[in-house]
């Protein structure tokens, strides 16, 4: 068995030898594999309190190993760095074979593309959240490391899209039969509890319920507190209630027949945008719209849409990043896709 | 939904199964293409089941566990089909038959419910990334049945004419799948820049499928620089898929993902 076909014409040292190895490579590969795999066990990033709670006297090891962080460790660092070395030299020493397989040579090359871009986002590239409620501007990133960005942002409006507006779950406690029971209802529909013996109507739904001028009202379609109105009707006649979902016990009479308690399942979330305007030297730029899937991009930074406040409809966190990584790091995914599509059209027409 | 392409599509699998056992057991070849007609057959009905789900949720059939199971077991009978030509002897129905039963059977213990799109899976990615990413499944998938009958049928008769097929075989399949599961990581990294701002974030999946990469990296490489041949690689090959199963399955269940909502 030949273990390995090396070019003559590469003049190397016999450390740079074991450095082009493919030997050199199981072992980085393999080592990449146990690192990658024990870093998805050990949950990444948490607290010195956190580790210690959950893993007691381990702790202090798994933090001196760096195995709290293991992606951004220096072993990882060094071994993503070795196997890029090795696969290097392991090109170049090869380079009368790689003539012969440009497709090879295109696989190594993209391979070295995507690490390289990987070592410019991780040395160069800024990502930062900027937390801002409807009117609020700043031009201020933050995050691991605070930044200014070369414009100001200014959330103008946020939406939050829902599918459906929500499920309302009732649980109804007879106080004079001793018996409770859970069921959804919904506005304007008749729901049966207790095998029929009472009738439960939900006669309005106030999402954000306020007493106004003219009685009961909604200030908004957001629930921000969510209101029912209720009629129970049993063989003895009808009570009508009030339940609301985040004060349950309010406005209830000790001398009802029954206890309403009342839960809001929020409706599936559609989609979440936000309205910003970016201002530079005090003047409305562009404003435009940010969506998940649907980030903004403006002078080499770019704005997604990452998240909410389910309590403050007015509260939307918008991540900026500026990453010089990402061009080179998709060029070496083309051209290693391209790379590996060539080999195995060429595979497909000789014999392995 | 209505599931009755999909119970055919399983009724047929079945078929192909029994016909393929029969040609084996009394020595009926003619039997065999009415397996080979059935296992058509059943990638008809999956792709018309795949066709009307995608209908009825206005998106691909590939946003839950349950939707890119079925994909990615239509993907393997379509490309057993593809690479008929060059699986040698008469397993690559049968196994095909047998494993595509067995993910079926698997799909009905899933949540089938058509839910709506959370905002991260509204994108045309979601096509791109998860289909290409099945594929790979899928192809790797062939790899690993090639290298379990290898296993099995010619186990301690490594210069037996079959068995240098099927590692033949086992080289193209896992070749198709490296290079589709490069694809799909890349396409699926490019969709994470779009949705979460970054091309990589170390979650547990991405990290899954990275090592999965890895492992077939050292196949590919073993194979071409140390000359692992037959019964070795048929084992990598098994080690493999054990890596894809893990990625696929594993993750959604042990580990908190980005990916959650795949589960």
């Known amino acids: 068995m030949t273990p390995y076909n090396k070019d003559s014409g590469g003049a190397l040292t016999a450390g740079a030898e074991l450095l082009a190895s493919p030997r050199l490579l199981y072992w980085l590969l393999g080592s990449l594999v146990i690192l990658c795999a024990t870093g998805t066990i050990i949950p990444q990033g948490e607290s010195v309190a956190w580790y210690t709670g959950r893993f007691g006297a381990w702790a202090g090891l798994l933090l001196r190993l760096r195995l709290t962080d293991v992606y951004h460790s220096g072993p990882f660092t060094a071994l993503l760095g070795a196997l890029g070395l090795n696969l290097a030299l392991c090109t170049w020493r090869r380079q009368v074979h790689m003539r012969l397989r440009p497709d090879v040579l295109l696989t190594h090359l993209a391979i070295l593309a995507v690490l390289s871009g990987g070592m410019l986002s991780a040395l160069r590239g800024r990502r930062g959240s900027l937390p801002l409620t409807v009117g609020q501007t700043t031009d201020w990133a933050e995050g691991t490391r605070r930044f200014r960005l070369p414009f100001a942002v200014k959330l103008e409006d946020f939406h939050l899209d829902l599918y459906d507006s929500g499920r309302h779950r009732l649980t109804v406690t007879s106080r004079q039969e001793s018996w409770n029971e859970t069921a959804e209802v919904r506005p304007g529909q008749t729901t049966a509890f207790h095998g029929g013996a009472l009738k439960v109507v939900a006669l309005d739904y106030y999402p954000d319920f306020a007493l106004g001028s003219k009685g009961p009202a909604t200030r908004s379609s957001e629930p921000n507190n969510p209101a029912l109105r209720l009629a129970l009707t049993d063989a003895q006649g009808i009570e009508k209630h009030w339940a609301f979902a985040r004060f349950p016990g309010f406005h209830s009479d000790p001398k009802s027949r029954y206890i309403v308690a009342y839960e809001l399942i929020p409706g599936r979330i559609k989609q979440f945008r936000s309205e910003v305007s970016l201002i530079e030297g005090g003047w409305v730029s562009t404003r435009r719209s940010i969506a998940v899937n649907k980030p903004l991009r403006w002078k080499g930074f770019t704005l997604y849409q990452a998240g909410y406040d389910p309590e403050n409809p007015n509260y939307s966190n918008v991540l900026v990043s500026h990453d010089p990584g990402v061009p080179v790091v998709y060029a070496g995914f083309l051209l290693l896709t391209a790379g590996l599509a060539w080999t195995f059209l060429l595979a497909l027409r000789r014999p392995t | ?263």
């Open chain 2, 1 to 263: 939904m209505n599931t009755t392409a999909l119970n055919l599509a399983f009724a047929c699998y079945l078929a192909a199964l029994l016909a393929y056992a029969a040609a084996f057991l009394f020595a009926r070849p003619a039997l065999r293409k009415g397996g080979h007609a059935a296992l058509a057959a059943a990638w008809l009905m999956q792709a018309a089941f795949l066709a009307l789900r995608w209908h009825s949720a206005g998106h691909a059939p590939l946003a839950n566990q349950f939707e890119s199971l079925v994909s990615m077991s239509w993907g393997i009978t379509g490309l057993c089909f593809c690479l008929w030509r060059l699986a040698p002897g008469t397993w690559l129905g049968p196994a095909t038959a047998a494993f595509s039963l067995a993910l079926l059977g698997v799909c009905a213990l899933l949540d089938s419910t058509i839910a709506p799109l959370v905002p991260a899976l509204q994108s045309n990615w979601l096509l791109l990334h998860v289909s290409v990413i099945m594929l790979a499944y899928a192809a790797l998938a062939l790899s690993f049945l090639a290298s379990a009958v290898h296993l099995t049928a010619y186990r301690g008769r490594p210069d037996h004419e079959a068995a240098m097929a099927l590692d033949r075989f086992n080289t193209r399949a896992m070749g198709l799948g490296y290079l589709l599961l490069t694809a799909g990581i890349a396409l699926g990294a490019v969709w994470a820049n779009e949705a979460w701002g970054s091309y990589w974030s170390w979650d547990p999946k991405e990290t899954w499928s990275l090592i999965t990469w890895l492992v077939y990296t050292s196949a590919i490489h073993l194979r071409r620089t140390h000359h692992w041949r037959g019964q070795r690689m048929a084992w990598f090959s098994v080690l493999g898929f054990a890596f894809v199963l893990f990625t696929y399955f594993g993750v959604n269940y042990l580990m908190s993902s980005l990916h959650s909502y795949a589960g």
